[in-house]
């Protein structure tokens, strides 16, 4: 595709469920991030993937977070037990590297509301 | 550790008028300055860079500077148009580590015709 998909766009859960959310990157780019954006607020650095690197998980807020990468491909993002807290929307982006000036490009998001 | 301060939004301004939103820094070594924007509905997208001391960035008429010796990467535009109502975003890169981004809470911006 041409740019960095997420589905779903939304996602509507009880507190206590587990949620999975996914993100294909555009094609050959090597890093890979997850962002959170609560209501009204920045953007929040939750974790980073940059090749066969091991993943810079320093932002993730609790266990409950985790995520996985593919090679060079498509990320999951994991959150058990979800609670109202988590409520945000999860964005990802990808870039052709990292540092120097590497343009990320977001997806559109998935919002995430827990009841 | 690194970070971002942008100005407290909301900026509200006629169209025509002139923009500055402000943006200051606090890194190690030299990191590479971004503004993004989200206009309303949409995702975030770069609208410009820099990546050394002195160099200025720009793009649909918005530029920005960045300035090491005040440690900032202040937004202007000449003339605003309703059509640049958005949420505009300051971020750096680290310089050390893996190069994660850090963004600015965000700056919403409204143009009154």
């Known amino acids: 595709g041409a740019g960095v998909s997420q589905s779903p766009s939304n996602k509507v859960t009880e507190k206590g469920k587990d949620v999975e959310l996914r993100c294909d990157p555009i094609s050959g780019h090597t890093a890979l991030y997850w962002y959170r954006q609560r209501l009204g607020q920045g953007l929040e650095f939750l974790i980073y993937f940059q090749g066969n690197s091991a993943p810079d998980k320093s932002g993730l807020p609790s266990d409950r977070f985790s995520a996985e990468r593919t090679g060079e491909s498509v990320s999951t993002l994991t959150i058990q037990r979800t609670q109202q807290e988590d409520s945000a929307v999860y964005l990802c982006?990808?870039?052709?590297?990292?540092?120097?000036?590497?343009?990320?490009?977001f997806g559109p998001g998935t919002r995430l509301t827990v009841l | 550790g690194d970070s971002v301060t942008q100005m407290e939004g909301p900026v509200t301004l006629s169209e025509e008028a002139f923009l500055t939103i402000n943006c200051t820094y606090t890194a190690t070594g030299y990191p590479s300055l971004f503004w993004y924007v989200q206009y309303p509905g949409e995702g975030l997208q770069l609208l410009l860079k820099a990546t050394k001391a002195d160099d200025k960035g720009s793009n649909k008429g918005f530029e920005a500077t960045y300035r090491k010796e005040t440690t900032s990467f202040h937004l202007e535009k000449g003339s605003v148009q309703v059509s640049d109502s958005a949420v505009y975003f300051c971020?750096?890169?680290?310089?050390?580590?893996?190069?994660?981004?850090?963004f600015g809470t965000g700056t919403r911006l409204k143009v009154l015709a």
């Open positions: 982006a990808s870039s052709l590297g990292s540092g120097g000036g590497y343009e990320q490009f």
């Open positions: 971020a750096l890169t680290t310089t050390s580590g893996t190069y994660k981004y850090i």
